[in-house]
Each structure stands twice: as C-alpha cells, then as structure tokens.
C-alpha cells in the first residue's frame, strides 16, 4: 500500500508545475488533502477526502479553467 507521502508525491509529479498539494493528517485518523494553484490565496483551496479524490477534484478544476479561457478568448474577439 503506498503512503500518504507516496500518494503526494504522485500527485505533485502529476499536476505539481501548476498546484502545490499538501495532506493534513486527521485527529482520528486518515488525511485531509488538500491542493491550490500555485501563487493563489488561500480562498481558492481544494480539499478532498483521498488523494484520488483530490485528482480528480483538480482535473475537474483544471477543465473548468480551461473553459472559462477559451469563453474569455471568444468574448475579446467579439
């Protein structure tokens, strides 16, 4: 079984250029995973229950960023 340090750094060579990721361990056990572009405030921050969530979580993100460009790119050619 792979740690929660391996996980992190799976996750962080997975989408680390873009999003400091970071896990918070949990009084009664387990993590709390956590994720924010890198440069952002601390009020854009992703929270997730695993790390596979956090993921997925940060693909959804990245998917809706992606949108909201190409939408800005449309809006300034009009």
Request: charged share 30%; hydrophobic share 40%; aromatic share 6%.
């Amino acid at each position: 079984m792979n740690t929660a340090g391996d996980q992190a750094a799976a996750l962080r060579a997975k989408h680390g250029e873009r999003w400091k990721i970071w896990y918070v361990p949990l009084a009664l056990g387990g993590y709390t995973w956590c994720a924010r572009i890198h440069g952002d405030d601390l009020r854009n921050v992703v929270h997730a229950d695993t790390a596979g969530h956090l993921d997925e979580h940060i693909r959804l993100r990245e998917e809706d960023l992606a949108a909201d460009a190409a939408l800005s790119d449309e809006a300034a050619r009009d």
